[in-house]
């Protein structure tokens, strides 16, 4: 067995002042900044996971893309309650499962779901997965999101079903299956295990998982309701177009990254 490689990467190269508050963007000029910025919006994508009640024991992972090592993704280490994690607390991995910086082990399922994500899609260079109480239960019905409101709409025709569960996610053939029944889709029903969304950046795919979760929200308490009116296709088209563009998703994730850096300021240790 080859032996592991380590990458020694100091993260905290690239430190840029703190983002002022609101719809503003940080201008990286290397990719050390970028690495840094983009780290710590992963940092805080965990921190919101728990501030919402996303956490779940030791399941669910976000995963960025390392803007220098492409085939290398951050990832939360196993064991560690997302409220507690900081950017010195993340963990660089390869596509191979190998851990190449940082001290802990790595959530199996994670490296089986997103190594195989990761490198079938170039263009998704974060991944969020957990089993958020409202979507693993919208889950359950194999069944996607019907366009009954003006969220909902973020995802039409963006969604695709993954309707095969085998059990907790140990291998990477497993994984092919998962990009398989995404695609070329932004987000991913697991049937009867929660939802998996994605992004070009970790902005943009943690705004999409917590949309989705609401949206799942919304769609259970409708149907219980009783029958529901969609929004017909040309409609639910232009309004994904004008809430859900990479832009729009990004300025919606802003206000929460300053609400959690202000109120956890550790997450930046």
Same mark, same amino acid.
């Given at each position: 067995?080859?032996?592991?490689?380590? +990458?020694?990467?100091?993260?905290? !190269?690239?430190? &840029?002042?703190?983002?002022?508050?609101?719809?503003?963007?940080?201008?990286?000029?290397?990719?050390?900044?970028?690495?840094?910025?983009?780290? #710590?919006?992963?940092?805080?994508? @965990?921190?919101?996971?728990?501030?919402? /009640?996303?956490?779940?024991?030791?399941?669910?992972? +976000?995963?960025?893309?390392?803007?220098? @090592?492409?085939?290398?993704?951050?990832?939360?280490? &196993?064991?560690?309650?997302?409220?507690?994690?900081? +950017?010195?607390?993340?963990?660089?991995?390869?596509?191979?499962?190998?851990?190449?910086?940082?001290?802990?082990?790595?959530?199996?399922?994670?490296?089986?779901?997103?190594?195989?994500? *990761? !490198?079938?899609?170039?263009?998704?260079?974060?991944?969020? *997965?957990? *089993?958020?109480?409202?979507?693993?239960?919208?889950?359950?019905?194999?069944?996607?999101?019907?366009?009954?409101?003006?969220?909902?709409?973020?995802?039409?025709?963006?969604?695709?079903?993954?309707?095969?569960?085998?059990?907790?996610?140990?291998?990477?053939?497993?994984?092919?299956?998962?990009?398989?029944? &995404?695609?070329?889709?932004?987000?991913?029903?697991?049937?009867?295990?929660?939802?998996?969304?994605?992004?070009?950046? +970790?902005?943009?795919?943690?705004?999409?998982? @917590?949309?989705?979760?609401?949206?799942? *929200?919304? #769609?259970?308490?409708?149907?219980?309701? /009783?029958?529901?009116?969609?929004?017909?296709?040309?409609?639910?088209?232009?309004?994904?177009?004008?809430?859900?563009?990479?832009?729009?998703?990004?300025?919606?994730?802003?206000?929460?990254?300053?609400?959690?850096?202000?109120?956890?300021?550790?997450?930046?240790?």
């Amino acid at each position: 067995m080859a032996k592991v490689i380590p +990458i020694s990467i100091d993260i905290n !190269k690239g430190k &840029l002042p703190n983002k002022p508050k609101g719809i503003e963007m940080v201008e990286c000029k290397t990719i050390e900044e970028t690495r840094r910025d983009q780290l #710590q919006r992963l940092t805080a994508g @965990f921190r919101l996971f728990s501030h919402f /009640g996303f956490d779940e024991g030791v399941a669910g992972h +976000i995963t960025l893309r390392d803007p220098e @090592f492409s085939d290398h993704f951050w990832v939360n280490p &196993l064991g560690v309650h997302f409220s507690q994690i900081k +950017i010195s607390d993340l963990l660089l991995v390869n596509h191979d499962g190998e851990v190449v910086q940082g001290e802990r082990p790595v959530n199996v399922a994670a490296f089986a779901i997103h190594s195989r994500l *990761h !490198k079938a899609r170039p263009d998704v260079n974060a991944a969020a *997965h957990s *089993h958020s109480l409202y979507g693993r239960t919208f889950s359950t019905y194999g069944k996607l999101l019907d366009p009954i409101s003006q969220d909902s709409c973020a995802f039409y025709e963006r969604q695709a079903i993954h309707n095969h569960f085998s059990g907790v996610v140990e291998e990477i053939e497993e994984g092919d299956r998962i990009a398989n029944a &995404l695609g070329d889709k932004t987000v991913l029903f697991l049937q009867n295990h929660g939802i998996l969304t994605t992004g070009p950046s +970790i902005d943009i795919a943690l705004w999409y998982y @917590f949309s989705l979760e609401r949206c799942c *929200h919304s #769609q259970l308490m409708a149907d219980a309701a /009783g029958e529901t009116t969609k929004i017909p296709h040309d409609t639910a088209i232009k309004t994904r177009e004008f809430i859900a563009n990479e832009l729009a998703a990004w300025a919606s994730f802003q206000p929460l990254f300053d609400m959690i850096t202000e109120k956890e300021p550790d997450l930046l240790d």
